[in-house]
């Protein structure tokens, strides 16, 4: 089964779940949906003959959040990112390209500021899932801390709420290597939707 087709059945199971949910749901102080969103990864390394780029990555998942009050919110975010990387020695112009299929768990706090709009803090733990280069392989447990804003736009069935978030990764992205000492920093930038 292609990509394109797991990612089609998932979003159907995905949609099946909201539905039920929906149905059996009776307190709106507890919430749950699903999200898309779009993220590009800045790293810094600290080895100047090496550059870093990657390609924009894409990302789906469930969204659990309770409404302590009319101002705070807790969040639980599972969720699944699929991105590319491409690591290039400028010296001998090779390069090496490293797939970043990762499980991530944010756990966010949001404060209402202003009708909807929400300001946004927490933290995110990332599991690497794919395989990689013995040389460069990065970290399988990833900590990260996040910021953003939201706002929530209400419709009569649902309510949809585009979200801008910043990551920034609390230690090295790249596993210890007996051939390296490299020190790679992640950061990241992510628009999202998510349908609740």
Not at 66 to 95: V, W
Not at 112 to 138: C, D, R, T, W
Not at 173 to 184: C, K, R, T, V
Request: glycine share 6%.
């Amino acid at each position: 089964m292609t990509l394109s087709k797991k990612l089609l059945c998932c979003l159907f199971i995905i949609g099946s779940l909201k539905s039920f949910a929906q149905s059996t749901a009776k307190n709106e102080k507890v919430k749950w949906g699903f999200f898309l969103k779009s993220n590009v990864n800045f790293f810094q390394i600290n080895e100047p003959t090496i550059d870093v780029k990657t390609d924009l990555g894409f990302g789906f998942g469930n969204v659990f959040s309770i409404n302590l009050n009319k101002s705070l919110g807790i969040a639980l975010e599972p969720h699944l990112n699929f991105e590319r990387h491409t690591l290039t020695h400028i010296p001998s112009n090779s390069t090496l390209k490293l797939k970043d299929n990762s499980f991530a768990v944010p756990l966010k706090l949001s404060v209402k500021l202003y009708q909807e709009l929400s300001l946004i803090a927490g933290a995110e733990y990332l599991y690497v899932l794919s395989k990689q280069n013995e040389e460069f392989k990065l970290q399988k447990n990833n900590y990260l801390a996040l910021a953003g804003v939201s706002y929530a736009i209400k419709f009569k069935h649902f309510t949809m709420v585009p979200e801008l978030s910043y990551r920034l990764g609390l230690g090295n992205a790249l596993a210890e290597s007996p051939l390296h000492d490299y020190e790679l920093k992640r950061s990241s930038v992510s628009f999202g939707i998510k349908v609740m």
